[in-house]
Nanobody, 114 residues
């Protein structure tokens, strides 16, 4: 089982990034997918959730209207489109699969700084 995140980098405030998480080793379409983040010195925070079919999404209040979670079940990939990035969005971003088991990726660093 693997979840491999990518797309994290250094970006200026107000910029955009799209994170990707490619899954393998399990039946992706049977799992709810989530993006978490963890900033230095802070607890891991749930950012966004998407249902198995992609028709239901939820977000933490601080990213509503700026972030969009989506998934491609044919490609075993979940995305996080992040717009209007703020310095407080700086964190390691992790994807997670929730279903019969729970799986985690290794994370990708997003740094928002001028």
């Amino acid at each position: 089982v693997q979840l491999v995140e990518s797309g994290g980098t250094l970006v200026q405030p107000g910029g955009s990034l799209r994170l990707s998480c490619v899954a393998s080793g399990f039946t992706f379409s049977r799992y709810i997918m989530r993006w978490f983040r963890q900033a230095p010195g802070k607890e891991r925070e749930l950012v966004a959730t998407i249902s198995r079919t992609g028709d239901i999404t939820n977000y933490v209040d601080s990213v509503k209207g700026r972030f969009t979670i989506s998934r491609d079940n044919a490609g075993n990939t979940v995305y996080l489109q992040m717009n209007s990035l703020q310095t407080d969005d700086t964190a390691v971003y992790y994807c997670s699969a929730i279903g019969a088991s729970a799986y985690w990726g290794q994370g990708t660093q997003v740094t928002v700084s001028s």
